[in-house]
């Protein structure tokens, strides 16, 4: 059952922007992340920040995606600069507690699908060259 909302996915051309969110924002001590699976493949682990405001991403998006959280709007955002097509697929934010695990062992399952337990049911963004 999906616990998350996801907003903000559309078509757009390579080079430009999106900025997805997902709301609500988790309680404190959770840990958040933005998942994507492109078409005809495994989803994968895109960006992640925990408790304390680390965040994580993976090779193929760092220094082009930033996530963040803004607690006055309760939303957790992704900002997607510099699309590129093999960004194209669906996007999910989740969320987990991660309870019981030390920050090394979260920063190692923080963009590990199987890690996550509260899901969204995800935008599509598509990115035409």
């Known amino acids: 059952q999906a616990q998350l909302v996801e907003s903000g996915g559309g078509s757009v051309q390579s080079g430009g922007s999106l900025r997805l969110s997902c709301m609500p924002l988790?309680?404190?001590?959770?840990?958040m992340g933005w998942f994507r699976q492109p078409p005809g493949q495994e989803r994968e682990g895109v960006a992640a920040?925990?408790?304390?405001?680390?965040?994580t991403y993976a090779d193929s998006v760092k220094g082009r995606f930033i996530i963040s959280e803004d607690n006055g709007t309760n939303t957790l955002y992704l900002q997607m600069n510099s699309l590129k097509p093999e960004d194209t697929g669906m996007y999910f934010c989740?969320?987990?507690?991660?309870?019981?695990?030390?920050?090394?062992?979260?920063?190692?399952?923080?963009?590990?699908?199987?890690?996550?337990?509260?899901w969204g049911q995800g935008t599509q963004v598509t990115v035409s060259s």
């Open positions: 989740a969320a987990d507690q991660f309870a019981g695990k030390s920050s090394k062992l979260i920063s190692l399952l923080a963009l590990d699908d199987g890690s996550y337990n509260y």
């Open positions: 988790t309680p404190t001590g959770y840990c």
């Open positions: 920040i925990d408790s304390d405001g680390t965040t």
